[in-house]
Nanobody, 124 residues
């Protein structure tokens, strides 16, 4: 399944953005979808994931500020990001994985090549 990220931008600290991860060519209803981010000079880190049965996992750094959701009719997973901080600045990627109700944020569990991502820049 191929995924395309969008919705990034440049905002001030405290603002909100909603990222979209859209599937093309096939339904992703049976997949876990994870959001990851990579800041310059840092390793890719897991941000959040959602399972086919809407089990959700969040990293400690975004818990309480970010909300993940999926819309099967639109074949899209969203990441609503509120109260953005400068440390949220990164390129954000989404990727699919196989799994059950519980999803995990280790990138090795996810399939396929990483796409272009979408840049999020938060200024103080």
């Amino acid at each position: 399944v191929q995924l395309v990220e969008s919705g990034g931008g440049s905002v001030q600290a405290g603002a909100s953005l909603r990222l979209s991860c859209a599937a093309s060519g096939t339904s992703f209803d049976d997949y876990i979808i994870g959001w990851f981010r990579q800041a310059p000079g840092k390793e890719r880190e897991g941000v959040s994931c959602i399972s086919p049965t809407e089990g959700m996992t969040y990293s400690d750094s975004v818990k309480g500020r970010f909300t993940i959701s999926r819309d099967s009719a639109k074949n899209t997973v969203f990441l609503q990001m509120n109260s953005l901080k400068p440390e949220d600045t990164a390129v954000y990627y989404c990727a699919p994985a196989y799994g059950g109700h519980v999803c995990y944020l280790e990138s090795s569990r996810y399939l396929g090549s990483w796409g272009q991502g979408t840049q999020v820049t938060v200024s103080s």
